[in-house]
C-alpha cells in the first residue's frame, strides 16, 4: 500500500514557552522536530511542515514549508487544510499529519490509522488514547485526512470553525486507540517543564 505524504503542524503560537517554535528546542543533542522526523518519515512518502512566518529558520531541515491559507492563526485545522492542499498537487488521497512537539509519537502511527479506516468510504481517522474518565482521549493533530474533503474543510474554516472535533466528528472520522503502557506517545513538550520530562524519558529509554 502506498504510504501517504505526512505534514507536521508546526503553526502553533506556543504561548506556554514564551513563544517561538517549540520544535527547534533542544532535546539531547537534536531538536525536538528532528525526534518528530526521525519517527515520522519512515512512514510516509515525503514530509512538509506546516507553519507561519519565516521559513527560512527550517531550511537546515530539508523540507518544503506550507503556510495556513487562513488568517488569524485559526488553530490545527488550518494546518491541516494547507497539507491537503499540497498533497493535492502531488496527487495524493490523503495525509498523516502529527503535532511538532511530540518527539515520542509512535512509529506504526500510520499502519493504526489505515487499519481504524478499514470498510469506510474515506481514509479519515483520528489517534486516541485510553483515559479512566472519558474511555478515550483523542489527540485531533494526530489524524489521516481525505483529500476529498478539502474543499468541505475550507468552508467550514471560513464558517468559523475552529475545534477539530467539531468538524470531524460530523464526518464520521474512525478513531484509533493506541497504549499507553509504556509511556504516552503522544507526550507534547507545552512547557519548560515538558521539555525536562522529555529529557528524563530519553534518559531512561538510553538505560
Known amino acids: 500500500m502506498t504510504k501517504p505524504p505526512g505534514v507536521i503542524l508546526a503553526g502553533g503560537l506556543a504561548r506556554r514557552m514564551g513563544g517561538g517554535d517549540k520544535g527547534l528546542l533542544r ?3 537534536k531538536t525536538i522536530l528532528d525526534h518528530v522526523i526521525a519517527r515520522l518519515a519512515p512512514q ?4 512538509a511542515i506546516n507553519a507561519n512566518g519565516d521559513e527560512s529558520r527550517f531550511a537546515s531541515l530539508g523540507l518544503p514549508v506550507i503556510a495556513d491559507s487562513v488568517d488569524e492563526f485559526p488553530g490545527p485545522l488550518a494546518g491541516v487544510l494547507a497539507g491537503l492542499d ?3 498537487e502531488r496527487g495524493a488521497d490523503c495525509i498523516v499529519t502529527a503535532a511538532a512537539d511530540t518527539p515520542f509519537l509512535p512509529d506504526d502511527l500510520v499502519d493504526r490509522l489505515r487499519a481504524a479506516t478499514m470498510g469506510n468510504a474515506l481514509p479519515f481517522a483520528l489517534a486516541a488514547t485510553p483515559d479512566p474518565e472519558r474511555g478515550q482521549n ?3 493533530t494526530f489524524g489521516l485526512w481525505p483529500v476529498a474533503l478539502r474543499d468541505d474543510l475550507r468552508a467550514a474554516l471560513a464558517d468559523g470553525v475552529r475545534k477539530v472535533v467539531a468538524w470531524t466528528d460530523g464526518h464520521g472520522a474512525a478513531t484509533a486507540l493506541f497504549d499507553t503502557g509504556k509511556g504516552d506517545p503522544f507526550f507534547n513538550v507545552n512547557t519548560p517543564e515538558d521539555l525536562e520530562t522529555a ?3 530519553l534518559a531512561e529509554a538510553a538505560v
Do not use: F, K, Q
Not at 44 to 47: C, I, Q, V
Open 27 to 29: 532535546l539531547d543533542d
Open 44 to 47: 510516509t512518502d515525503g514530509l
Open 86 to 88: 499540497w498533497a493535492a
Open 138 to 140: 483523542r489527540h485531533p
Open 199 to 201: 529529557r528524563r524519558i
